[in-house]
Nanobody, 127 residues
Framework: QVNMIESGGGSVQTGGSLKLSCTAPLDSWSARCMGWFRQAPGKEREAIAIIDRDRNPRYTESAKGRFTISRDNAKKTLYLQMNSLEPDESDMYYC?????????????????????WGRGTQVTVPT
């Protein structure tokens, strides 16, 4: 099983920024839907943003206007630029990749539609 590898997490003050990166030696990288999710201990994993094979991004309401998802297919790398971070966004952040056979991203930001996951990178915004 190929794992995604996230990086870029850390501790940042309220209102600060972080840029997460994710890579994996997956074939057909450019054809896959990619996404960023986060999860707090004891809670369900929730979506932040996804990007399809045509580089069209979609964001959940909390991410709109502050976060930017992007992909560099040549480098097989997915990014998440996060601005204006708040303490309640202190979570483990995960990237995910879908199947290249899927022509569209999973609907409704469902985590179940992604077959490849990383082990996460911790983001901490102290109060």
């Amino acid at each position: 099983q190929v794992n995604m590898i996230e990086s870029g997490g850390g501790s940042v003050q309220t209102g600060g920024s972080l840029k997460l990166s994710c890579t994996a030696p997956l074939d057909s990288w450019s054809a896959r839907c990619m996404g960023w999710f986060r999860q707090a201990p004891g809670k369900e994993r929730e979506a932040i943003a996804i990007i399809d094979r045509d580089r069209n991004p979609r964001y959940t309401e909390s991410a709109k206007g502050r976060f930017t998802i992007s992909r560099d297919n040549a480098k097989k790398t997915l990014y998440l630029q996060m601005n204006s971070l708040e303490p309640d966004e202190s979570d483990m952040y995960y990237c995910a990749a879908g199947s290249p056979a899927s022509t569209i991203c999973p609907p409704d930001f469902r985590a179940a539609g992604y077959g490849y996951w990383g082990r996460g990178t911790q983001v901490t915004v102290p109060t």
